[in-house]
């Protein structure tokens, strides 16, 4: 008999240099999970990966989401862990370009350029990804997490581009698990965090009374372990269901 102990499968998590990213890598890597993490920032990422080096075994290939090679990078180094059980996309972009401390833009003036390059980043980055990964969550019957936003739903002036390009990966997310049944694939909407890109959508404002992105990955791992429908969800609901859990079984 194979007493080998077995990891719950390789996690691929993009946007992972910092913010939720790194705080979900943090929470899988100690559950043992071999990680593919990846982000624009080099540096950062180089930082991540020495620290989740002492966890877990982790690659850690820097580069866009967008770069149909470092996409197809991403699905080799998940292949040569074992194959991919979870895929995160949280890789995600405001408008496309540097703000530099301008204010986010009306669509009525949002530089088309921009915009394609939000939903590059926000919608057709996470379906390629998504595509290359497929055989091997196939295999393993396993899950997608797409980080969304409130912006997918709510109107909020200023947030046109962002919070459109969510609402598609939203309805892609909702078409890929019609599609794929044995597949676990969530949206889910991690509320306001104090976050270097909420900063930027807020130029010189006090966001210190924002969450940290490590208060939300409980309600993702929850989400995971539990493994519910497929389906849209709020991590503020899902951290009440938890808690209510907790009081019924007098934790």
Do not use: C
Request: hydrophobic share 50%; proline share 7%.
């Amino acid at each position: 008999m194979d007493t080998t102990p077995q990891h719950p499968g390789v996690a691929v998590v993009t946007g992972a240099s910092r913010g939720l990213g790194l705080e979900l890598a943090r929470a899988l890597a100690l559950e043992g999970r071999p990680l593919v993490i990846t982000a624009r920032d080099a540096a950062g990422l180089a930082a991540a990966e020495a620290e989740l080096a002492a966890l877990t075994t982790v690659a850690a290939p820097a580069g866009s989401v967008v770069d149909d090679a470092h996409r197809e990078r991403l699905a080799a180094a998940a292949a040569a862990l074992g194959g991919a059980t979870l895929l995160v996309h949280n890789a995600s972009t405001l408008t496309g370009y540097d703000l530099a401390g301008a204010p986010l833009p009306a669509l009525a003036d949002f530089p088309l350029p921009g915009l394609l390059e939000t939903f590059e980043v926000n919608v057709l980055a996470p379906i390629a990804l998504t595509q290359l990964l497929l055989p091997q969550l196939r295999a393993r019957r396993g899950a997608v997490l797409a980080v969304s936003s409130d912006a997918a739903v709510e109107a909020y002036a200023g947030w046109g581009g962002y919070g459109a390009s969510k609402a598609a990966l939203d309805h892609a997310a909702a078409v890929l698990a019609a599609e794929e049944p044995d597949l676990a694939v969530w949206s889910v909407d991690p509320g306001d965090m104090r976050t270097r890109m909420h900063q930027e959508a807020f130029p010189g404002e006090d966001i210190s009374d924002r969450p940290l992105p490590a208060t939300v990955v409980p309600a993702l791992l929850a989400l995971l372990h539990d493994r519910p429908a497929s389906g849209r969800y709020r991590a503020a609901d899902l951290q009440a269901a938890d808690l209510r859990d907790a009081a019924r079984a007098g934790v």
